[in-house]
């Protein structure tokens, strides 16, 4: 599927597994299961259906395969955005919200926040750019570093869901 041109939902309803994880199974961050499980929800009624489907996938999955989506997140920028190893869609994500472009104290406090909130909890910090600025984006790393373990899974998860919104909306004509 061609990242310029999104697909009817239509077409959506009527892929094969195969195809439908090969077009939608990195909205899941290095994660096809979750496009494999959201497909078995089709056909979708909309695009909420569709998304519904992505984050009913997650919410029904073990406690350890969630972790693993959480861990399979990159920093907000981290190692992998100055490395050019993002995927496509968080570097477009990432530059979209000027995380690209950080003044060198702005860099070194997110990779100060990286650090502590990763070993705080185990896993990266999840945040939701697209249409947040390089600002909101460390008032809320600022936050969110005083919350408890529990309070930053389901954070993060709930972060997770809201990055397959944006993406399945970005791919999907409503």
Not at 127 to 140: M, S, Y
């Amino acid at each position: 599927m061609s990242r310029l041109r999104p697909i009817a939902l239509e077409e959506v309803n009527h892929l094969d597994l195969t195809s439908f994880t090969a077009l939608f199974g990195d909205v899941a961050e290095h994660s096809p299961w979750v496009a494999e499980a959201a497909a078995h929800g089709r056909p979708y009624a909309d695009r909420e259906a569709m998304v519904a489907a992505f984050v009913d996938a997650v919410m029904r999955a073990p406690r350890m395969d969630q972790l693993e989506l959480i861990r399979a997140h990159p920093n907000l920028a981290g190692r992998a955005a100055i490395a050019g190893s993002l995927t496509a869609d968080s570097k477009r994500e990432q530059v979209g919200a000027g995380l690209d472009s950080l003044t060198p104290a702005e860099f070194a406090r997110f990779s100060d926040l990286n650090g502590f909130y990763k070993q705080q909890n185990g896993f990266p910090f999840i945040f939701a750019v697209k249409g947040a600025t390089k600002d909101q984006i460390l008032a809320a790393f600022e936050e969110r570093v005083r919350n408890d373990h529990a309070t930053e899974f389901a954070t993060a998860l709930s972060q997770v869901c809201r990055i397959f919104r944006f993406r399945i909306e970005d791919r999907v004509k409503s």
